[in-house]
């Protein structure tokens, strides 16, 4: 019964609207629905561009990182070498081979250099413990490092290695021995 209600009261609504009036409407309810559709057409065609900016993005940051190793990789490539024909000098005259080694060391400085990293500032600076790992503590000029264990390394603001230290705590104290861990 409530759909016959339905019905009639759509008729009586029809037939209160004068016919230049429902063709306006009708003609609203076209322009509505196109403008829906290309909306939802310009929509999806944002979201295919997205997803193929997602994918090429993510083909992009492999290619930088594949291609930053690469860099590293052969940059590194020439200290092996250098290394391999020092062990075959080895046998000469080891003394020798200090020389040789101090020079591949410098290269190796370099390299890491031009890759971007940076050594830690080591003896004489202030101790900072965003940078240092203090292993032992000796009488010296308080929150200076004294010694440097192993170099610390940092990449712009990225720390790679704390450099580990013995840190001064100025006068009255006994030399401490570095932990064994330390080595």
Known sequence: M??????????????????AELDQ???EVEFLKAELEASRNKFLRLYADF???????TGELEAAQRNG???????????QDDLERA????????????????????NFSRNLKSLGVEAVPGTGS???PRF???IA???????????????????GDLLIRPARVVVGVGSGIKQEEPRADSQ
Request: proline content about 4%; aromatic content about 8%.
């Open 2 to 19: 409530d759909h016959e209600k339905d019905m009639t009261e759509s008729a009586v609504d029809q037939t209160l609207l004068e016919p």
């Open 25 to 27: 409407l009708k003609g």
């Open 51 to 57: 997803e193929n900016y997602k994918k090429r993005m």
């Open 69 to 79: 190793k690469f860099d590293a990789v052969r940059s590194l490539l020439g200290m």
């Open 87 to 106: 062990l075959g000098f080895a046998g000469v005259k080891p003394e020798d081979l200090i020389p040789g080694v101090k020079t591949v060391l410098e």
């Open 126 to 128: 202030d101790f900072d």
């Open 132 to 134: 240092h790992e203090a």
């Open 137 to 155: 503590a000796v009488e010296g000029e308080d929150g200076k490092v004294m010694h440097v264990y192993q170099q610390g390394f940092k990449y």
